[in-house]
T-cell receptor
Framework: QQQVKQSPQSLIVQKGGIPIINCAYE??????FPWYQQFPGKGPALLIA?????SEKKEGRFTISFNKSAKQFSLHIMDSQPGDSATYFC???????????FGQGTRLTINP | EAGVAQSPRYKIIEKRQSVAFWCNPI?????LYWYQQILGQGPKLLIQ????????DSQLPKDRFSAERLKGVDSTLKIQPAKLEDSAVYLC????????????FGPGTRLLVL
């Protein structure tokens, strides 16, 4: 119930392509869904986050799509660049618990 | 604004030895978190402090792990005795306060237990 399942584990996309990373959850009490970006040797950094009262949120080239009925959410990166190559984690939490539950991560490689 | 500081960055120890990690959160951040990130997995919360007090330590292996936050600022995480399966990156994060404040992560301490 506390798990967040993330796929794919790894993804290779050509520059300019649109990588899509998917996450699914079971706990309907989750009400906050952030995405984190992690470069080698660094800690994760918040990229974008969404709450279940909206179906989509866009910040620059990054978009979260949220499907409450399916209990799924996804990250899309428009016009991807080699500098976007990193590991991406989805996460979820409830307002009461505050504890972030992370997915397994997706290692994204953008080829020039 | 200075980020979350952690030390050491790397540590190699033998099993059954003890080890301690240090974290200095962003100034003014009331909430501090310790996460364990095993290779190829997402971070897992070990313990969460709100100022001096523990908010959540449900996933902390209390028989070998301990943590404290002195005066509501710096924090140390200790493992005694270490096991092979403790090899991981230990991440410290901090946030301004409840609720739903962004968590800012430090660079982590990479621990290898031989």
């Amino acid at each position: 119930q506390q798990q967040v399942k993330q796929s794919p584990q790894s993804l290779i996309v050509q520059k300019g392509g649109i990588p899509i990373i998917n996450c699914a959850y079971e706990n309907t009490a989750f009400d906050y869904f952030p995405w984190y970006q992690q470069f080698p040797g660094k800690g994760p950094a918040l990229l974008i986050a969404i709450r279940p009262d909206v179906s989509e949120k866009k910040e620059g080239r990054f978009t979260i799509s949220f499907n409450k009925s399916a209990k799924q959410f996804s990250l899309h990166i428009m016009d991807s660049q080699p500098g976007d190559s990193a590991t991406y984690f989805c996460a979820a939490s409830t307002l009461g618990a505050q504890k972030l539950v992370f997915g397994q991560g997706t290692r994204l490689t953008i080829n020039p | 604004e200075a980020g979350v500081a952690q030390s050491p960055r790397y540590k190699i120890i033998e099993k059954r030895q003890s080890v301690a990690f240090w974290c200095n959160p962003i100034s003014g951040h009331a909430t501090l978190y310790w996460y364990q990130q095993i290779l190829g997995q997402g971070p897992k919360l070990l313990i969460q402090f709100q100022n001096n007090g523990v908010v959540d330590d449900s996933q902390l292996p209390k028989d070998r792990f301990s943590a404290e936050r002195l005066k509501g600022v710096d924090s140390t995480l200790k493992i005694q005795p270490a096991k092979l399966e403790d090899s991981a990156v230990y991440l410290c994060a901090s946030s301004l306060d409840f609720p739903r404040e962004t968590q800012y992560f430090g660079p982590g301490t990479r621990l290898l237990v031989l």
